[in-house]
């Protein structure tokens, strides 16, 4: 496996693994994730199958091939989440050079030119946040330096974590903002946990020692 083809195939797995959170919950409406194919070697590509829950009927399935590559670049597993959504929503007209079927299931080929992503949501955002925290890729490595002990979605968009570290004792609680810069969210936390300024007591949470502000992290 060359360099190119390693580089696809792990983006096939972080779509895999992204794209397996919707088997029980909906990517969109009533429908759910019943497979993720890695597209064959020579389309670098993720093959995405949506229906109902606990269907597997290959005529009650629909594919959707969507190319990783965007120019020199690959397409992050949101990109392919996004790109989803919006194929799968609406009316599409896909001319019959882009319809084919696999496995007795139609298949889509997208062309990401024709389609407006659909918006990442703050839902979104959060759920990648506490899988980067739950589930870090190397479980023998301590990646974060603070484990995520619980989370609480609040009101304005807030999303309440509770940490814990061996610098820091107990639990702590930090309020953070769930958006797109959640690399530096995930390296910042460890080393936040007991910044005094931004420490509060919250006297109606009993689940933690104090509370870190990190909303305008």
Do not use: N
């Amino acid at each position: 496996m060359d360099e190119v083809e390693r580089e696809i195939a792990d983006r096939q797995v972080a779509v895999a693994s992204l794209l397996s959170d919707h088997v029980y919950a909906p990517l969109l409406e009533d429908q759910h994730v019943r497979g993720v194919l890695p597209a064959p070697s020579q389309a670098p590509a993720v093959r995405a199958v949506l229906g109902d829950r606990g269907e597997t009927r290959p005529e009650r399935l629909t594919a959707y091939e969507i190319p990783l590559r965007d120019g020199k670049d690959l397409r992050t597993p949101h990109d392919v989440v996004a790109l989803l959504r919006a194929v799968h929503t609406g009316t599409h007209i896909y001319p019959r050079s882009r319809v084919t079927s696999v496995m007795g299931m139609d298949l889509y080929l997208v062309d990401p030119a024709d389609v407006t992503e659909a918006p990442f949501t703050t839902d979104d955002w959060s759920a990648t946040l506490l899988r980067c925290l739950a589930r870090p890729t190397d479980p023998a490595e301590d990646r974060h330096g603070a484990r995520l002990r619980g989370f609480l979605f609040r009101e304005e968009g807030l999303l309440r974590l509770y940490m814990d570290s061996d610098e820091v004792p107990g639990v702590i609680a930090a309020d953070v903002r769930p958006g797109g810069a959640l690399t530096a969210v995930l390296a910042a936390l460890p080393s936040l946990l007991d910044e005094e300024y931004r420490i509060s007591k919250d006297a109606i949470d009993p689940h933690c020692r104090y509370a870190v502000d990190l909303t305008d992290w």
